[in-house]
Structure formats: structure tokens, C-alpha cells
Antibody, heavy 115, light 109 residues
Framework: EVQLVESGGGLVQPGRSLKLSCLAS????????MNWIRQAPGKGLEWVAS????????YYADTVKGRFTISRDNAKNTLYLQMTSLRSEDTALYYC????????WGQGVMVTVSS | DIVLTQSPVLAVSLGQRATISCRAS??????????MHWYQQKPGQQPKLLIY???NLASGIPARFSGSGSGTDFTLTIDPVQADDIAAYYC????????FGSGTKLEIK
């Protein structure tokens, strides 16, 4: 069974950092592009960042460019999102999602930025 | 960025047809491949793929769900609507970095 399990979320103060992880199983992780997508409480879906299968191509939404870094470790079947200079508007449920076309989603991890 | 526009709410009666539309600010088709996908999201759950590349039913999805469209105009149809279909529905394009419609909440009339 294909599974994506996010971790690393929590409550963090504005300006601080947090690193999310997404452990993949049930498929050959190194064959797929991966994404982080977020959903603020009661709101829609917002793409955050994408990384190609070999990390050759990386893209960010303008709202997080320069503050967030997406990376992956294919040997560990794990996707990461390093978030720095966090703001209140970064508060959201963060999903890890597989693919470069239609997406397969993890269950999400909550990040709350508040003092 | 490609902007996707959806109506926020659609109210239909049980057993009737629901038609949810998604309009893109520019074509999301490449060489007749329509790079538009549809998801269902119920409260407290992650989005679930319903339709990929505009008209292909994802694995395990009931045949009452169907998709159509090309270029900039796409439609998700649910026929007949069942109580379990109450959810938010999002379109997503993959011609460029992913963008999503703002979602359509399906309600029972």
C-alpha cells in the first residue's frame, strides 16, 4: 500500500524555524517528483514547493521563496521541508504529495505559527 | 501562474446530477493531453483523486463520477448525487507548477 506519513509539525513562534518530514512507503520513492502543499484552516489548497525525482529541479511558490527549502533523501525514502522566518500566515495543514501530474496525498501535519 | 476559477457552492438534490466547472486562465492542454485533475475532500481528510487528465476515472472511484473538457474549460459531473458525495471538490492543473481552484462545496438542496 502506498503511504506518505508527514511529521515534524507543531506550534512555533513567528520568526522561528521548523522542519517537516514525509516518509514514503509502498512505491519506489526515487522514481517520483514530490510536492508540499498546504491548506490554511477553512481555506483552499496552496502549492508550496516541488522537487524532481533526482533533486535536479526545484520550484517554490512566491509566498515561501527564500524562506522554505524542499529537499529529499532517496536512500531514506524521505521528503523534507525546512521552514525559516515563519509567519502567522504560514499556519496551515501541510501535505506531502507524490507526483508531477495527478497527486497522491499524505494525511498532513499541522503547523501553527503564533506567539 | 495559471489561475483556476471554480464556483464556491453548488446545491443539488439527492439523485440529481451535479456539474462542477473549472476554468483556467490559459490552456492546460499539451498535444491533446489535458493536464487537469479533480479531487474530493471531506472534512478532516486529505484530498482524494477522482479524475486525472480531465476524463480518466481514478482507481476505486465510482462510475457516477466523470470528467470532461479541454483547453481552458473543464467539468466534473456526479450523476446521480448521493449523500456520501457531500464534500469540497478541487480542480488542479499540472501544465506548470501545480495550482488549484478555490474549491466547490457540494451541498444538498
Amino acid at each position: 500500500e502506498v503511504q506518505l506519513v508527514e511529521s515534524g509539525g507543531g506550534l512555533v513562534q513567528p520568526g522561528r524555524s521548523l522542519k517537516l518530514s514525509c516518509l514514503a512507503s509502498g512505491f519506489t520513492f526515487s522514481n517520483y517528483g514530490m510536492n508540499w502543499i498546504r491548506q490554511a484552516p477553512g481555506k483552499g489548497l496552496e502549492w508550496v514547493a516541488s522537487i524532481s525525482s533526482s533533486s535536479s529541479y526545484i520550484y517554490y511558490a512566491d509566498t515561501v521563496k527564500g524562506r522554505f527549502t524542499i529537499s529529499r533523501d532517496n536512500a531514506k525514502n524521505t521528503l523534507y521541508l525546512q521552514m525559516t522566518s515563519l509567519r502567522s500566515e504560514d499556519t496551515a495543514l501541510y501535505y506531502c504529495a507524490r507526483g508531477t501530474g495527478p497527486l497522491l496525498w499524505g494525511q498532513g501535519v499541522m503547523v501553527t505559527v503564533s506567539s | 501562474d495559471i489561475v483556476l476559477t471554480q464556483s464556491p457552492v453548488l446545491a443539488v438534490s439527492l439523485g440529481q446530477r451535479a456539474t462542477i466547472s473549472c476554468r483556467a486562465s490559459q490552456s492546460v492542454s499539451i498535444s491533446s493531453i489535458n493536464l487537469m485533475h479533480w479531487y474530493q475532500q471531506k472534512p478532516g481528510q486529505q484530498p482524494k483523486l477522482l479524475i486525472y487528465r480531465a476524463s480518466n476515472l481514478a482507481s476505486g472511484i465510482p462510475a457516477r463520477f466523470s470528467g470532461s473538457g479541454s483547453g481552458t474549460d473543464f467539468t466534473l459531473t456526479i450523476d446521480p448525487v448521493q449523500a456520501d458525495d457531500i464534500a469540497a471538490y478541487y480542480c488542479q492543473q499540472s501544465r506548470e507548477s501545480p495550482t488549484f481552484g478555490s474549491g466547490t462545496k457540494l451541498e444538498i438542496k
